[in-house]
């Protein structure tokens, strides 16, 4: 076989034009096709006055209402979305940790591994919304009901990843355990253990982090937070009271991120 | 630091080494854990008799939706349609936005760290402000309608698609860059011909993940006003009319499912 030249080499590269050029053809169809719901609806005129608004009120916000410490600030209300977040994620995690047990396929017999996985599909269906009016029924507006929405709103995805962390757990430690001698209760609490908290944990925090993102949500249904007083002061056209929230909250979700990832990183990596 | 507070027990061997073990930090945990969920249940009220008692309450909607009316679906496809356009329309703007700011923001491929960092900074700012303000925004600038939804979904996939890329391009492979640059082609077609084929499957494949929760996503916006089936969820359920609620809810849980089967199977042949 000779060796080929670089120039021989690249016209030997593997003609794949023809399924280029057709992704980017349904590609272009589809882009065609949703563009068609967008219209223009001219009440977007002044628009740009609206957006300066917004900008100036960021930038001058309300200090006011950013560093007092009754009901109404700032400060309470992020105190308050925090708990409602760490609540919240708390009833998820124990919430979803049975629901992982009974889903893994290396723990539970296949039928029950089918019946856990369903009710966790069917507990993501619910859009976060209808959870939050369906709580509201149960303990009335306020904080009460958005964590337990958000609690219910974390079980889907938490199980789903514990579930893949029990399913990887490494037999072999327990084999060893199982050979020296050790009961069930030894077995789980040196063999199991160990090998799920440091991922369980790490799921939890990435999901209180979530969380703290999604608790805005919450307040369209009055399911209490920072959501409400946001939408009410932009609604109500007092930028500056938005921007004051705006920014404490921008502020809040950069420092829980930058915690979180440290945090996380220590857990599984040790570092 | 936690070392020296808690200092490690050390045990005598009996050929007389000693050892360190360190402490166990489970107790100054639980503490930690029980102070937060003390304050948390006093923030937010959390009351356990009144969960178990009013727990009835929490299933009356879900036993109003069922049966959905299923006559209501013809009121149904415009709408749902229109999400779907959204979503689509909004990915598709993101994702190619997050394109040049993901290079711009990866430290291997751009040199000047102030151009890195202050790309990041924006990216994570941008991914600080919830989709919903950024629907609400997106209102008030452009007018009520699709268009909101789309300019929201679009900044939204934005940042969470730029900070993904970015890591990825981290991370890749830079000989053939390198060899290239070597040999004198300038920096983008070096790019495009050694490090994009690198990225391409990737970015593509989290380009239709995100266009996954971007379909679940857009069934809020409706909320705020920024179109789509969100909009006729929010005023069926004012009017309490709950069977035609089960009967969007059903629409879009198909829906949701039909992208995910599409997009699970476009990203197993992408990888």
């Known amino acids: 076989m000779t060796l080929l030249t670089p120039q021989e080499q690249f016209l030997r590269a593997p003609r794949r034009w023809p399924f280029k050029l057709a992704a980017a053809l349904i590609f272009a169809a589809v882009m065609v096709w949703s563009s068609s719901a967008t219209q223009f609806t001219g009440a977007g005129l002044g628009g740009a006055q609206i957006a300066r608004n917004i900008l100036m009120g960021i930038l001058q916000p309300n200090t006011d209402l950013l560093f007092n410490f009754t009901r109404q600030s700032v400060l309470y209300l992020l105190l308050e979305t925090m708990a409602i977040a760490y609540l919240g994620t708390t009833v998820g995690a124990i919430i979803a940790i049975p629901l992982a047990f009974i889903s893994a396929t290396n723990i539970a017999p296949k039928p029950i591994v089918l019946l856990g996985r369903l009710i966790t599909i069917a507990i993501r269906t619910v859009p976060v919304m209808i959870y939050g009016l369906m709580f509201i029924r149960v303990t009335g507006p306020g904080p009460f009901a958005g964590l337990l929405t958000m609690s219910l709103a974390s079980v889907g995805m938490v199980s789903k990843m514990f579930t893949e962390y029990i399913e990887d757990l490494d037999k072999g430690i327990m084999e060893a355990l199982d050979a020296i001698g050790c009961t069930p209760f030894q077995k789980i609490r040196y063999g199991i253990l160990p090998q799920l908290i440091p991922d369980f944990l790490s799921t939890v925090v990435y999901r209180y982090d979530m969380n703290l993102r999604d608790a805005t949500v919450l307040g369209l249904v009055g399911a209490g937070g920072i959501g409400p007083p946001l939408v009410f002061a932009m609604s109500s056209f007092r930028w500056s009271d938005a921007g004051a929230i705006l920014i404490g909250l921008i502020v809040l979700i950069l420092i829980v991120e930058l915690i979180s990832g440290r945090v996380r990183r220590k857990l599984t990596r040790g570092v | ?271």
Not at chain 2, 26 to 36: D, G, R
Not at chain 2, 130 to 138: K, N
Not at chain 2, 224 to 247: E, H, K, P
């Open chain 2, 1 to 271: 630091m936690i070392s020296r507070i808690f200092k490690p027990k050390i045990i005598t061997l009996p050929n007389g080494k000693e050892v360190k073990q360190p402490r166990s930090m489970l107790p100054l945990v639980v503490v930690v854990f029980l102070v937060f969920t003390y304050f948390s249940i006093q923030l937010t009220g959390f009351n356990l008799t009144v969960l178990i008692t009013r727990i009835n309450h929490f299933f009356f909607i879900l036993g109003e939706m069922i049966p959905p009316r299923f006559a209501y679906m013809n009121r149904v496809w415009d709408p749902l349609l229109d999400t779907l356009k959204m979503s689509l329309l909004g990915s598709a703007i993101g994702a190619a936005l997050a394109f040049p700011a993901a290079i711009l923001a990866a430290s291997n491929i751009v040199k000047s760290k102030i151009i890195v960092h202050l790309t990041r900074l924006i990216l994570s700012a941008v991914r600080t402000l919830p989709t919903l303000i950024v629907a609400l925004i997106a209102t008030f600038v452009l007018g009520l309608g699709t268009l909101a939804g789309t300019v929201a979904i679009a900044v939204f996939t934005f940042a969470y698609i730029g900070k993904q890329l970015y890591e990825i391009i981290e991370t890749v492979d830079m000989g053939a860059y390198e060899a290239m640059e070597a040999i004198g082609i300038k920096k983008i077609p070096a790019f495009w011909l050694a490090i994009a084929p690198q990225i391409m499957p990737v970015y593509i494949s989290t380009a239709l993940f995100c266009l996954e929760g971007n379909v679940r996503h857009a069934a809020i916006l409706g909320w705020v006003g920024a179109g789509g089936i969100g909009l006729i969820l929010n005023q069926r359920i004012q009017f309490r009319d709950y069977s035609a609620v089960g009967m969007i809810l059903l629409a879009l849980l198909i829906t949701v499912t039909l992208i995910e089967a599409l997009s699970h199977f476009i990203r197993r042949r992408l990888t």
